[in-house]
């Protein structure tokens, strides 16, 4: 049974850098016809997906959000990581790492979720 | 990009009776080669991550009760809960994955009456 799990800072200032990295356990991150995505909600909001890489490493992002997200996977440490740069307020929110099974955005498996807050 | 409406935003339903949860996709999200949607469906309990119901919009994942059902094509979805439990209180949501970017509904709140 494969587990998700987010790591990173709770807390960045506004125009910094957010960086949040998914541990894959129960499963190898390289192996298999997955997508790896993050999504984030705002509090009492609804769901946004911010983009994707796949076991090849090609990766697809929001277009809204395109122009400061970076996503990558390190397969040695079976993990993938988040950048999102020059955060506002409107950034706040649990961000969620989840699996998309066979080729396709079907998540099947998420992270618990972690809070991050955009204050100075 | 595909916006996702849900309807209604909220529901009431008794314990024991149906509940109904629409999603209409603002374009066909019904794939002409496979002759599949795809649609998802998902459950929120509060301080926890969605749980998958239903993709391909009507094929149950492993675990999920019978009670839960998905139905529609193109652009018109229905999630049925056939007998409303006490533990179904969650937010529903649709999802997307014809296009990218990837989109869901803004969600129906359940609730017990």
């Known amino acids: 049974q494969v587990q998700l799990q987010e790591s990173g800072p709770g807390l960045v200032k506004p125009s910094q850098t957010l960086s949040l990295t998914c541990t894959v356990s129960?499963?190898?991150?390289?192996?298999?016809?997955?997508?790896w995505s993050w999504i984030r909600q705002p509090a009492g909001k609804g769901l946004e997906w911010i983009g994707r890489?796949?076991?090849?490493?090609?990766?697809n992002y929001n277009p809204s959000l395109k122009s400061r997200v970076t996503i990558s996977v390190d397969t040695s440490k079976n993990h993938f990581s988040l950048t999102l740069s020059s955060v506002t307020a409107a950034d706040t929110a649990v961000y969620y790492c989840?699996?998309?099974?066979?080729?396709?955005?079907?998540?099947?498996?998420w992270g618990q979720g972690t809070l991050v807050t955009v204050s100075s | 990009d595909i916006v996702m409406t849900q309807s209604p935003d909220s529901l009431a339903v008794s314990l024991g009776e149906r509940a109904t949860i629409n999603c209409k996709s603002s374009?066909?999200?019904?794939?002409?080669?496979?002759?599949?949607?795809?649609l998802n469906w998902y459950q929120q309990k509060p301080g926890q991550p969605p749980k998958l119901l239903i993709y391909?919009?009507?094929t149950r994942e492993s675990g999920v009760p019978d009670r839960f059902s998905g139905s529609g094509s193109g652009t018109d979805f229905t999630l049925t809960i056939s007998s409303l439990q006490a533990e179904d209180v969650a937010v529903y949501y649709c999802?997307?994955?014809?296009?990218?970017?990837?989109?869901f509904g803004q969600g129906t709140r359940l609730e017990i009456k």
């Open positions: 391909w919009a009507s």
């Open positions: 989840a699996r998309g099974i066979n080729g396709y955005s079907i998540f099947d498996s």
């Open positions: 129960g499963g190898s991150i390289s192996s298999g016809n997955y997508y």
């Open positions: 374009q066909s999200v019904l794939y002409s080669s496979d002759k599949k949607n795809y």
């Open positions: 890489i796949s076991t090849s490493g090609s990766t």
């Open positions: 999802q997307q994955y014809y296009s990218s970017p990837i989109t």
